[in-house]
């Protein structure tokens, strides 16, 4: 028996397995997909994602970024990071360097879809791996978590997330988060000739409909896209709990609120870190106080702009408003980069 599966190749899996390995726990990955493994992400890694990388000795290669910029087509607004640069990293870039890492320290990563999992007080059994504890990090709409009972019904209306690159140089050292009356494009340089697009809504329409509300950006993306859309959603999960005997959920699998404010990868990497420390402890009934605890600040943040954002009226006001307090703006914005 090991002491640890991680079932989940994705960013957060891949880091919850070095961290454990770090602690000296055995442990091995089971990945349905094989690497490089894409999704679609606005690929903008928050400085304390960054940090949390290098820790691992992970630096993927991409794009700095500096801070972030509002717009409207009318007014924008921009706010410096006081700290170090975020990256903005491909997905694929991104799930290579940590697959690399992983394998590098000798961590097992198996091809293979988890269906069902079982437990007794002493240990789990999944994919035919017995283990002491079970990591679920197997994303947005985890099986796993389904498979417990661990999700709740969601309450609000549902949004969801569309992604393509451009081969075009990066215009600015910041991400740009257009604003249109239903949806956000986000614009993140990930390389010296390309950004990413990603465009969040509850409305379902193909890509090119969404840029058509944003003729601006638009205009800046004249080069030809390259490679596919790709989507994701309904964003929102609520979780009732993220642990159930030896199995814990970590990353998009432990409830997600929403892209818009881009920190899933920085809170994902906080959270599997903790994981690993209450697993080394054999504490893993610690986690929930300590998901809650580092996710908070973010959780309180995401949802006021998504109420805001819900309401056309108050919808029109968060750009001029932000132009009109650019500090408390920049200071926000500080508070997403930690
Ligand atoms: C449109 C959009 C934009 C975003 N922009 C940003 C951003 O700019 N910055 C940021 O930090 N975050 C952003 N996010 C959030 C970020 O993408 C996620 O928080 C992150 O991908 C979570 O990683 P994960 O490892 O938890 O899940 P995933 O990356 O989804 O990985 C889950 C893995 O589990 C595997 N799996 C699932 N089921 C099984 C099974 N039964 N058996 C075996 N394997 C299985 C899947 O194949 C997958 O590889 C964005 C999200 C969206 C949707």
């Known amino acids: 028996m090991i002491d640890a599966v991680v079932v989940g190749g994705g960013p957060i899996g891949l880091a919850a397995a070095l961290y ?27 400085p304390a994602a960054v940090a949390a990388l290098n820790d691992l000795g992970v630096r993927p290669a991409g ?21 170090p640069a975020g990256r903005g990293v491909r997905r694929t870039e991104l799930q290579s360097a940590l697959h690399s890492a992983v394998l590098q320290r000798q961590i097992p990563i198996e091809l293979c879809r988890v269906d069902a999992v079982a437990q007794n007080a002493d240990s789990v059994l999944v994919g035919g791996v017995r283990a002491r504890y ?27 997330g569309l992604r393509l690159h451009y081969s ?39 890509f090119e409909q969404h840029l058509a509300g944003f003729p601006q950006l638009r205009e800046r993306l004249q080069a030809s896209p390259s490679g596919a859309v790709r989507g994701a959603g309904p964003l929102r999960q609520r979780v009732r709990r993220r642990v159930a005997g030896r199995v814990a959920l970590v990353g998009d699998a432990a409830g997600y609120v929403d892209a818009l404010t881009g920190e899933g990868l920085s809170t994902g990497l906080a959270c599997a870190r903790r994981l690993a420390d209450c697993l080394a402890r054999d504490r893993p009934e610690d986690y929930e106080r300590l998901w809650r605890q580092a996710t908070r600040r973010h959780r309180l943040l995401t949802e006021a702009l998504l109420l805001a954002s819900g309401n056309r009226t108050s919808r029109r006001l968060i750009v001029p408003g932000a132009a009109r307090l650019p500090r408390a703006f920049a200071a926000v914005v500080n508070q997403l980069a930690g």
């Open 168 to 206: 075009v140089a990066p215009w600015s050292d910041l991400v740009e988060v257009h604003w249109n009356d239903t949806t956000e494009a986000y614009v993140t340089p990930t390389g010296p000739g390309e950004v990413g697009v990603a465009v969040l809504s509850s409305l379902r329409v193909p």
């Open 20 to 46: 454990l390995d770090r602690l000296g726990l055995q442990v091995m990955v089971l990945e349905q997909r094989a690497a490089p493994i894409d999704k679609a992400c606005g690929e903008g890694l928050m």
């Open 134 to 160: 079970l990591v679920a990090a197997d994303g947005l709409h985890s099986p796993i978590r389904e498979q417990l009972g661990m999700r709740r019904a969601p309450r609000r209306r549902a949004r969801w």
């Open 63 to 83: 794009r700095d970024f500096a801070g972030i910029r509002y717009l409207d087509g009318r007014r924008s607004v921009a706010a410096h990071f006081t700290g």
